[in-house]
């Protein structure tokens, strides 16, 4: 799956001789990044074992990505799978939030994995 875009931004640019700013039109091309790992927030009243367990996968989540480009369906599968590992690490410990974000990013990387599906 590649995503690219371009997308017009518009922007302020202040002159150097007045209070005003003109608008510019900036053109910014490039391919989308790798879904953001979930915010767990707060882990002081968490078990320190789901703490640690949580974060060697979301860990191992971030090495996948750093292993590959977003436009690469290898790398893809790879985020996917860690993706899936991390979002069951979140359903184990019944953390729902999370765990949904991180099944839909592994869906939408990896769309035709059927074991990550219900039967």
Excluded: H, K
Excluded at 21 to 28: D, E, R, T
Aim: proline share 10%; charged share 15%.
């Amino acid at each position: 799956m590649v995503y690219r875009f371009a997308l017009p931004l518009l922007i302020t640019l202040p002159l150097a001789s007045s209070a005003m700013a003109v608008p510019a039109l900036v053109l910014q091309t490039g391919e989308a990044p790798w879904p953001s790992l979930p915010d767990i927030g707060d882990t002081a009243r968490m078990d320190p074992e789901v703490v640690s367990l949580v974060q060697n996968q979301m860990t191992a989540v971030s090495e996948a990505m750093a292993s590959g480009e977003p436009s690469d369906p290898v790398a893809q599968g790879i985020v996917g799978t860690a993706y899936a590992e991390l979002g069951l690490a979140f359903e184990a410990n019944t953390m729902w939030t999370p765990a949904i974000a991180c099944y839909e990013n592994a869906f939408r990387l990896i769309p035709g994995e059927d074991r990550l599906r219900d039967p």
